[in-house]
């Protein structure tokens, strides 16, 4: 751990300036929403996971970033040296975006689901069960399926939950329907997740073409997309689960949101306001505020968050212990986000701490033996 | 105004408690997105302002609320007897959402936006010159002519500037494209609001019906979509603003945004982020980052907005002197908007003085004898 | 519980306002600095109470809060109507201030501690045990004595602790000496202390008459005193105890100290940069930074705080687990302090709980049966 | 100014640490509280500056830091360097502590006041009238001289105010009283200061050795007191001044606080709630509340202080056109209070800009040509 210990040798102040702040490093963080590429995508005839990355789907990135994904989202050592440089001791894989939502085939998305889960599993949680644990793949194409494959992961290959990308295609590609999480199809899924009691990862996924036109005026596509619309777009699916009274039926239901909950923290009290002036049960069956789901069946991670006063409007309107430290790697970097997150002032230690392990460990159940490291400097 | 002076009476402190607090009443605000109807409406065979006004187009508003509406936006002494009780001294009216924008035919709108602004102009600022200013309406579906019209309103009648609600429709009923303010067609009105000085208020609008189908499942249209949907809508749009390279061709255009600049403060940094990993120009001409536009070409308003923390990072992203109280009545009310603000704590008495009216009278140029008002308690 | 549901009611927004905000009541609150008085004062010979009490001794408070004070401090349904009308549950009383400090006489001293603390639990723990708990006197003229003292207090009367008003007096009124807490003279008392696990309340008393010179200039007897010198000069005592390296023979002792731990967090920083300019050793053997023995060895209450942002300073530097609710009744008023408290916002809900009872019941193992109380509003 | 670039450079995100943050260096700051020694100062036999000053009165500093010190005060290219490695481009010098207050002949003191002021001025201002200004001396034991010498050194000199250390010894050093500023003495001065318009820099003092025992146990002489005791004893003093009315004859007088107003933010609420329950007038002749003059009449500089909340607290308190960055050099360091300053999140650039220069520009009238630094960064 690197402290800048000068001041504390007798009888010196620092005379000099490198123009350089000594990060102190918080070991042992755990984060949630990183990414890992499949080798089982290309012979399922979908979408290769390079087009559709955030960002890339008709947008311009640069070549370097894309090849810069490509390599990582599969090279397991790369990924641990990064982690091992960054102090996260600790991460939960999940299938990147746009996952199996994006296969169009219900057979084929059901199979893969459960071929990635075998994958993922083999290639990270059995060799390295003390640095990875694994949100698994599930196809919303066919959601009883999806129920039986969770439970599948969970009880036989120790996942923590599920990861879902957003909406999900039904059909073929020249002929699809879009199916969100809230349609009554999904019910079976839900219960399931309830029984379980394991959380749901909710992560943006770009939305269909004919609906990208609001981000994207056909000259300029957006890279912008990336980080407000497709986020925007997570939180309204979010406000969806809420009004269509998922939470009323099933309370323990947990579901995380990276981004800091989406901007939801920002805007939930007006949401509420909005929808006081309506006629009661005439645009839902929920029976709360919004602001009550949101700190009671959400979690915010902070991954892509490198600003102190979003993450401070998330805790206040979620509570600390109810935001957790992420990267979203290889898009994001480990290196930058820890950099980040060690040295930002304005959150108490205690804070830190949670944001960083502690929420984790409780709400995961993870048991890799982190409490060896350092917490609480002495001279911090 | 009322504070609770009981505890400065000689020797006593309070020993009951009604469960009130007293709000410290703060004079002389001034607000800017407050929404009036026009007689002139219905004579142009477009939608009626009561369907689409945020929150009812095709959603579930209670018949109250609509009414209550309906009868506030023309009733000049209710809204002057409401601003008195909210210790409003003076207000920026504006034609109510969707507007101009919302009028399929160019020339009809054309007409309009020059009439509306005429009425508005003998209705509100002719008569109450210490009580009313206005935002002109402009019809965009003819950038040339809205130029033209907006030269004249802020000449001839002392327009503020303009307000545009989002996107205008370009065509017919039946037939129609939609055209947003990056458009290349655009441009003559840029250079007229540049030239002119003034700001544009940026309001949402109800989104095309056909894109409305994210947040609405079809089974239970979602008011959610007023505080959320369309208010992201608008961020997004004022996001193409700045890749489309307007504040590089015209640093000195400022515009308006309001509920606490729709969610852009909690999300621009992470909009920076995503952009720096794209082909230098490939996704639009700007040259600045997005944090840097939001504090040198936009201001927020508070309007809808009662929440501490939401202010605290609006303030932080783009600083204390481009932030301003507002209500949007009467979609929402006066005196929940002054309560609150009147009291929030958190806030230094400078700052509130400054969103109160200091910053709107410095960038308005608003001469209406505010300066009278108490400002600073010698007790709180 | 008050909510102001109107906004809930179908189809309304307020319309009118009084000029007030409801309180949304906090049940449950717990509160630790609340004095009573002692019907054993006078027969000893001593400073009676209410000549010492906080602001008056040689300060000139009015009458009617003087008298006030003195019919409260013993009034037992008097104290619980006043905490049943705030919402707080459960309180911890102790001697006021001066309190066993102040009395002159070592055996007196020890003598009146303990009648003191069989005449508390008497007339408050015993009948009423779901309402109040004790923090012990002790007479640290005799530390041997105190420590014993506190040992039958917690074991025999079940006292949560103890509470010790700042230097004692050893001497007689002509002829003293004052002693701090960090004397070698008091080690057999923290070591019970620790022995016991339980916490010691740092509260203020009086300065010694020869050092009001600082704040009182002869002409202007200080009340202000009362808030800014007896609380900084009980923040000095802290960090004494610190520099004494009492937390480092005894890591576990844990102290708190009211009024928002006497600004040790707005200054402790700078306290642990001036002290790394010494000669290491030279001014204590203490091991850590100041910083590390805040939020590791105690506990901040919010008695006399009715500011956010005096509050967040605190929390940031010792973390939400380690601040509490607590009011300093009679000398402050539980409607005030909890109408500030339950309105107050910036505070997450969770937070609130934490700093209203949670906190408390886990630090105190309170088991009155608290967790039926309302905490999390579904509209809030 | 050193950015991290490595972002904006075409498709590439960080993907190694060093453990070390870039600090964008914010160049053109002001700083206020810097002390220089003086060559007169043994001549007049009083107490050697290197004995009194902060931190080194009878406790036990380092041998290198007192040297270093030493150094330091005399040394202008030295000092001129160092602005210039942490982007300090213009500072106000003041005559270290004790200053002219230790002095204890009131013809010496007088004296030597005149003779120091010319010598800052021919030192420091004179040849660098684009890098420094100054504070005056003045010699308090003589308060009309004082006035008179003040007078001269803001008309002849230049001087954008006076600085003075606390408390002044008024006699010999084996008979003296002690006098502060709110004594009926110092009238002449402080209409003076009224009728020049300039600011007083009221400067922390070791407090007289015999009061110095609440913090030095005679064991360990504490150096805590010179962040925590000092610092203390000046917030008291200031507070003297509001409740001797002083504010209430002169309305305009201007106060600067280092230490980010020794802690007052913290507590003045508290303040004006226990100085409500006095008999009215029976404390001070003051008429409003000390939280309106901590906003009116008081500036905070940040001298010493190296932590966001404790900044937070101070800016809600007071404003942040009220409060500016200093540093305390060269008992504090350029580089850190620069390196924390430039780097620290949860300050808008505007506010930054504020507290970095603005603020002092527009107090102090400077014209050093500062407007050429960048503020603003185009990527930040």
Known sequence: ME????????????????????????FGKIALEEAVGSTLWDAYGTLPATQEIAGTNGLAVSLDFAQDIASRLNDVPKRLDSMDQSGIGYVIVSLTSPGIEGVFDKANATDLATKVNDE?????????????????????QDPAAAAKELERAVKDLGAKGALINGYSNIGSPANYTIQYLDDEACEPFWAKVAELNVPVYLHPRTPPVDQQVIYGNGKYPLLAQAAYGFGVETGGHALRLMVSGLFDRYPSIQIFLGHAAEALPFLVHRTDNRLSTGKSGSDGPYKKSMKYYLRNNFYATLSGIRRLSTVLNTIEEMGEDRVMFSVDYPYESDEDASDWFDYVEGLSSATKEKLAWKNAVRVLNITAGLESYQTDSEFL
């Open 3 to 26: 402290i800048d210990r000068s001041l504390y040798i007798e009888g010196t102040l620092h005379r000099a300036t490198s123009g350089n702040l000594s990060v102190p490093r918080f």
């Open 120 to 140: 993922i599993y083999a290639n990270y949680v059995q060799p390295y069960p003390d640095r990875f644990g694994f949100f698994a793949a599930v196809a919303m």
